[in-house]
Each structure stands twice: as C-alpha cells, then as structure tokens.
C-alpha cells in the first residue's frame, strides 16, 4: 500500500497508512532489585505528518518506550523482550546495529529529555553537527559538511550559524542547545521524531518556541512528531492525538478534543482534573492521590484500580482490555461504558 492512500476517514481527517506502527512493545529492566516492566505491551500507530502526544506521571515508562523505539535503551540493564516496531514496514528490532545506526537520524530521530544528554561538552557544535552528519555521508569533503551544518542550523532559525558552530555548548542558553540538537536530529529530514520534552530544562516560554519550532519543521517536511510531556497545555497546542500512559501501559488513546472533553479512563480524567485551572501558563500534572504500582510487582487488575475512586471488583481481578468509544477513541476501563461516572 502507497503512503499517500487513504484508508477512511476519522472526524474528516484523512487517515494515510501508518510511517510507524507499534506492536506490543514489551521493555523491561533486569536490576538487582528484579524485574521493572517499564514499556509492558504497549501499541499504536503513527501516520506522517500526524503528532502524537504521550502524557502520563513519572516513571510511568514515557522515557523508555521512546528509547525502545530508537534502540537506545539503557544498558545493561535494558531489554526490548518483546513485539515489533515497524518503521516503513520494516520491524526495527529486527535490524542488525549497523544497519540501525543508518535508520537512526535518517528515518527516526530523536530529541532526548535533556540537551545536556545530547550534546558532548568538550567539543564544539561544529564538530558535533559534522559527526552526526558523517554518520549517514562518509564521503562529504569538509566544505559540504560546514554548508550542511549551516543549513541545519538555519533549519531551526539559530542566528549567525556560522558563527554558532564554534561555540561550546556552556556557552550557549538551554533554548540555543535545545535548537541546536534539534537541527542534529533533523538534519537528515528522519520521517519520525520523538521528542522527549524536558519538563526542567526549560522554561515555558522557550518551551513553547521551540515547539512551535518542531511544528514548523513539520509542516516543512512532512515529518510524524511524538511529544512526550507531562503538560497537558502542551498536548492541546501541538497534539492531534494523545495516549495516557500509566504503569508501563497505554489506559486511553484518542483525538485530543475527545480526550480532554470526555476522558473515559478514570485516570485520564484525574490528570485532567489535577490540572491548575486558572494559570493556564503551568498546566503540569499536580499529584494524583497515591502511589502507582512498583513496575516489579505488578498487580493482575487494573493497575490504576488500588487508586481509582470508581474501582469495582472486576477491576481488582481482571486487567481491562480496550473498549472502543469511536473508531479512534478508545480506554482499557472495565467502566468505561458506564460514563458518566458519580462523583467519588
Ligand atoms: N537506567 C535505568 N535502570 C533501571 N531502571 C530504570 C532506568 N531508567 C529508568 N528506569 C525505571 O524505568 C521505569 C520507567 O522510567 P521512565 O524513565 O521511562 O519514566 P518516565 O515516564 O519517562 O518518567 P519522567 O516523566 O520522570 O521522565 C521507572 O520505574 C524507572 O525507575
Ligand atoms: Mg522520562
């Protein structure tokens, strides 16, 4: 099947197959302590141009499943066990290390939670554009890789590039060294790129631009965007479609405008309800009352059920599966067909 075919239409808009389908995807930690089963059967599917938003408390295994996607999960403890990640219709997980360094950057990029992750302190930013380009051009003379480099830059509007690859990343601001990985990870127009939005590195201004940023790029390129966030301010200005994600699970996937006026996940709808509302300018997650479950001991229910106000004995005993709201809205809730739920 082309790219460009359609395959029906949800709320008008048309849907293109898939450039990123997710199966099942099953990363776990091996530590000392046990198993932690920090991505546990996760799926869904990503067309171009289409931005996905992933939301959800820390530690509810964000980070990780947008590692497994790009093959960087932490080693040694680190283990994609499970499923399938096809990009282009081809399984990822299937690909030998040299042929996934080749995808990564120029069909998947991503954008890690902290520029400082990214960028190495003791080289210069010329140096660093030039060796992620080098990655996919071997053969560029140091004259094609500088105008490269350029362009990249001016990609994501960093004033006097030229002047720019000489620095060292401490001198530049966390919005410039947020620029500049960015122009890394799209210099070779990947068609997916995650990014794992940094939820201290920045302030919500520069935020906001370098968001705007990405969007751009996208509308440039065509390129699918996920954004994974703890701010639901963000989700509603970039997002087309958002997943909950809670204890290594998806717990509700859907359009943003259904997520965020009919959550049919009681946990969906606490995080919305957690929500300051009238600063609108910090819409992070506040607290949810009680511990999620520790991803070693999982429990057989409903992982969110020890928490969930409208919890019933089902929801104990037996984990939900998905309950399809509309074509492309849906929530593992045993209760998610009984909504309106009474107040707790
Ligand atoms: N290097 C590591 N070794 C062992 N366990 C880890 C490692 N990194 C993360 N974990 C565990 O994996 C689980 C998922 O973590 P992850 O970083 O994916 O969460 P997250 O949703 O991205 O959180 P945050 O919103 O704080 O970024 C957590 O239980 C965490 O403690
Ligand atoms: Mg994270």
Same mark, same amino acid.
């Given at each position: 099947?082309? /790219?460009?075919?359609?395959?029906?239409?949800? &709320?008008?808009?048309?849907?293109?197959?898939?450039?990123?389908?997710?199966?099942?995807l099953?990363?776990?930690?091996?530590? !000392?302590?046990?198993?932690?089963?920090a991505?546990?059967?996760?799926?869904?599917?990503?067309?171009s141009?289409?931005?996905?938003?992933?939301?959800?408390?820390?530690?509810?295994?964000?980070?990780?499943?947008?590692?497994?996607?790009?093959? %960087?999960?932490?080693e040694?403890?680190?283990?994609?066990?499970?499923?399938?990640?096809?990009?282009?219709?081809? &399984?990822?997980?299937? %690909?030998?290390?040299r042929?996934?360094?080749?995808?990564?950057?120029?069909?998947?990029?991503?954008?890690?939670?902290?520029?400082?992750?990214?960028? &190495?302190? *003791?080289?210069?930013?010329?140096?660093?554009?030039?060796?992620?380009? !080098?990655?996919?051009?071997?053969?560029?003379d140091?004259?094609?890789?500088?105008? !490269?480099s350029?362009?990249?830059?001016?990609s *994501?509007?960093v004033?006097?590039?030229?002047?720019?690859?000489? &620095?060292?990343?401490?001198?530049?601001s966390?919005?410039?060294?947020?620029?500049?990985?960015?122009?890394?990870?799209?210099?070779?127009?990947p068609?997916?790129?995650?990014?794992?939005?940094?939820?201290?590195? %920045?302030?919500?201004?520069?935020?906001?631009?370098?968001?705007? /940023?990405?969007?751009?790029?996208?509308?440039?390129?065509?390129?699918?965007?996920?954004?994974?966030?703890?701010?639901?301010?963000?989700?509603?200005?970039?997002?087309?479609?958002?997943?909950?994600?809670?204890?290594?699970?998806?717990?509700?996937?859907?359009?943003?405008?259904?997520?965020?006026?009919h959550?049919?996940?009681?946990?969906?709808?606490?995080?919305?309800?957690?929500?300051?509302?009238?600063? @609108?300018?910090?819409t992070? @997650?506040?607290?949810?009352?009680?511990?999620?479950?520790? /991803?070693?001991?999982?429990?057989?229910?409903?992982?969110?059920?020890? !928490?969930?106000?409208?919890?019933?004995?089902?929801?104990?005993?037996e984990?939900?599966?998905?309950?399809?709201?509309?074509?492309?809205?849906?929530?593992a809730?045993?209760?998610?067909?009984?909504?309106?739920?009474?107040?707790?």
């Amino acid at each position: 099947m082309s /790219l460009d075919q359609p395959m029906g239409t949800v &709320n008008d808009v048309p849907r293109t197959a898939p450039v990123l389908e997710v199966q099942d995807l099953r990363t776990y930690l091996y530590t !000392r302590w046990g198993t932690t089963k920090a991505v546990d059967g996760v799926s869904f599917s990503l067309g171009s141009g289409e931005t996905l938003g992933i939301v959800g408390e820390s530690g509810s295994g964000k980070s990780m499943l947008a590692l497994s996607l790009v093959r %960087l999960t932490p080693e040694p403890a680190g283990k994609i066990v499970g499923g399938r990640v096809m990009l282009n219709g081809r &399984n990822v997980l299937d %690909l030998t290390d040299r042929q996934m360094r080749e995808v990564r950057g120029k069909e998947i990029s991503m954008i890690l939670q902290d520029p400082q992750q990214s960028l &190495n302190p *003791v080289f210069s930013v010329g140096d660093q554009l030039a060796e992620a380009i !080098r990655v996919h051009d071997r053969d560029l003379d140091d004259k094609l890789i500088h105008e !490269r480099s350029v362009d990249a830059l001016k990609s *994501v509007h960093v004033p006097a590039p030229e002047r720019r690859l000489k &620095n060292f990343p401490h001198q530049m601001s966390g919005g410039m060294k947020q620029r500049i990985v960015g122009a890394m990870a799209m210099a070779y127009q990947p068609q997916v790129l995650v990014a794992d939005e940094p939820t201290t590195a %920045l302030d919500v201004t520069i935020q906001a631009q370098y968001l705007r /940023l990405l969007k751009d790029l996208q509308e440039r390129t065509g390129v699918a965007i996920i954004v994974i966030t703890h701010d639901f301010g963000v989700i509603a200005e970039t997002c087309d479609r958002v997943a909950v994600m809670y204890a290594g699970r998806f717990v509700e996937e859907g359009p943003v405008e259904q997520i965020f006026d009919h959550p049919r996940h009681p946990y969906t709808r606490a995080l919305l309800e957690s929500r300051p509302k009238v600063d @609108l300018k910090s819409t992070r @997650l506040q607290s949810i009352d009680g511990q999620p479950p520790s /991803l070693i001991d999982l429990p057989i229910g409903c992982r969110f059920a020890a !928490r969930c106000a409208y919890a019933i004995e089902r929801c104990l005993a037996e984990y939900p599966p998905w309950f399809e709201i509309t074509e492309a809205h849906a929530a593992a809730c045993w209760r998610s067909e009984e909504v309106p739920w009474p107040s707790p």
